[in-house]
């Protein structure tokens, strides 16, 4: 009796239940693909290109993903070892030039085509706006753990922690970091880079106009540290003319304080939980709400030390000298170079005593 395995029929017909299986299974997966919505809103011209290009990997994928799970699954169903053939040898092979020609060739020739169109995707969606119009450059500053937007509009230079864009407009990302690599991203405009210290990576988007307009995450999309995830911000797209108003009041020279010293100045205490639970949006000094608990001030952050506890009984100065230079002290259980070392500079001195001043009231009950 001829072997089911070797017998020419039954090759025959183990290979056109290969194709049937084959076939149905890659068009289920590939329907399956292209039906699940990978991802979010698609708010960038660039978008549009990169989500085409994702479901033609998915076409191309998923076929040669069911030829080698078919091959393999029949192979482990046709040619098991039977009871008796613990002993035997496998059957003598030899090379198939003829295969072996088809089956270098074939994924060689899918992966160039794959990888030129990839190519050609990526390098026109980078192209710089038509010439004759100067490019908005906003140089992007990833830290431990929070970015910052540095703008220079027509000579007039301001930073800012969230981001802020016209609808239509394309702008170019100078990415930097100053401490360890993260990695700047805006899901709902496809587009990512890793901010890496030393040198500057950038891209380009166009966020799209009106579709665009409100708000969108901005994630950290490389672990950095303890507070990765919570290094997000959020980017507004505005219409240009609502841009180009915001623009104004960022470069507008501050206004006086109202009516001597002002209501802030007042009741400094006030201030104080005021930044402490927002921060500063402005000048990117990050909420200490955001790390730290504080009963007062319905906080429970983790990622810094529960003030209620290492606060209490000290003094004004100590608590100065934790929010200025954070290293100088850390407390029992935590790491040094954890909290911004900035705030002398985003908070001025006046927030910092209103800061600290709410503080001492709070932890010293
Ligand atoms: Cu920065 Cu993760």
């Known amino acids: 009796m001829p072997d089911e395995r070797t017998s020419t029929a039954a090759r025959r017909r183990t290979v ?5 299986v084959g076939v149905i299974a890659s068009a289920m997966g590939i329907a399956l693909g292209l039906s699940i919505h990978w991802f979010p809103a698609a708010d960038s011209i660039q978008a549009d290109k990169i989500d085409t290009l994702w479901d033609v990997l998915v076409i191309a994928s998923v076929p040669v993903f069911v030829l080698v799970a078919v091959v ?7 040619f098991r070892m039977r009871p008796g053939e613990e002993n035997l040898d496998g059957p003598p092979l030899h090379g198939n030039t003829r295969l072996e020609v088809i089956w270098t060739a074939v994924p060689a020739t899918l ?22 119009k100067p490019e908005r450059v906003v140089n992007v500053t990833g830290e431990q753990f929070t970015w910052t937007f540095a703008y220079n509009e027509g000579g007039k230079r301001f930073s800012t922690t969230q981001l802020y864009l016209p609808a239509g407009e394309s702008v170019k990302f100078d990415v930097h970091a100053k401490d360890v690599i ?17 040198i500057t990576t950038s891209y380009r988007v166009t966020p799209k106009n009106p579709q665009a307009i409100g708000a969108h995450d901005i994630v950290c999309a490389e672990l ?7 290094m997000r911000s959020t980017v507004h797209v505005m219409s240009q003319g609502n841009f180009a108003a915001w623009v104004r009041k960022q470069t507008a020279p501050p206004k006086p304080a109202a009516g001597g010293g002002g209501g802030a100045a007042a009741n400094p205490q006030a201030q104080g939980k005021q930044i402490f639970t ?38 004004a100065a100590f608590i100065k000298q934790s929010i200025l230079t954070p290293n100088a002290v850390i407390a029992p259980g935590y790491q040094p170079n954890i909290m911004p070392p900035n705030y002398g500079s985003t908070l001025s001195g006046g927030q910092v005593d209103a800061l600290v001043s709410y503080l001492s009231k709070v932890t010293n009950k």
């Open 182 to 198: 993260h990695d700047f991203w805006v899901p709902d405009f496809r587009l990512k880079i890793d901010a890496v210290p030393g």
């Open 111 to 132: 992966i160039v085509g794959l990888v030129a169109y990839a190519y050609i995707v990526l390098h026109d969606i980078e192209k710089a706006p038509a010439a004759g």
């Open 72 to 78: 393999v699954g029949f192979s482990i169903v046709k």
């Open 278 to 315: 927002a921060g500063n949006q402005t000048s990117g000094a990050l909420a200490c709400a955001t790390c730290h608990t504080l009963t007062d001030a319905g906080a429970t952050g983790t990622i810094g030390p529960d003030l209620d506890k290492v606060l209490k009984g000290k003094d």
């Open 224 to 230: 950095c540290g303890l507070g990765h995830a919570f």
């Open 16 to 20: 056109q239940q290969m194709v049937v």
